[in-house]
């Protein structure tokens, strides 16, 4: 388990089998990765609360998860370019002995890419540890057209829907 202190919280990567099981859906990969996830973690923080993630790409119904190499993040993004796809992400959030999970959907536009572009954009290696190969904060911008629905869901962590959560359930 890799773990890095950020000032006022911690950053812990569990150590999960991200593989898809027979006949899940995209929403329940990303609902049931994001739980594993914070529950692998809260076991080791009793107290703590502890927020996981996970984000996929789903493109005319087929799920892109981070490419294994820079081939396939040529792949990926060839598939991407000049179209729309949804960037699902399931967030989960265990605390005082409650756990709760949702996912979020948004909808990402590419322009239409050259070769040239897309190669040029794998060559950086951004997005090599991304779903569907590229990072929307950074390099990645150059490639998207528009955005419908939370640009924070398609960075990794919707904020807005999980602040929403949280007081939902944790406000008395």
């Not at 899940?24 to 080791?44: I, N």
């Not at 992400?89 to 890419?113: C, I, M, N, Q, Y």
């Amino acid at each position: 388990m890799e773990h890095e202190s950020l000032g006022s919280f911690d950053v812990v990567v569990p150590d999960v089998d991200e593989s898809p099981k027979p006949g899940e859906t995209p929403e329940a990969l990303c609902l049931r990765l994001a739980e594993s996830k914070a529950r692998a973690v809260a076991g080791l923080n009793s107290g703590a609360l502890v927020i996981g993630a996970d984000t996929i790409v789903l493109n005319d119904g087929v799920t892109l998860g981070k490419p294994k190499d820079k081939a396939d993040a040529i792949r990926m993004l060839s598939l991407l370019q000049g179209g729309t796809h949804e960037v699902l992400t399931g967030f989960a959030v265990v605390w005082d002995g409650r756990a709760r999970s949702r996912v979020e959907k948004t909808a990402v536009r590419f322009r239409p890419l050259e070769t040239a572009d897309i190669q040029s954009y794998a060559d950086t290696g951004e997005g090599l540890d991304k779903a569907g190969a590229y990072a929307i904060q950074g390099k990645g911008s150059l490639l998207v057209s528009g955005v419908e629905g939370d640009y924070f869901n398609v960075v990794g962590l919707p904020l807005c829907s999980l602040v929403a959560m949280i007081i939902e359930e944790w406000s008395d």
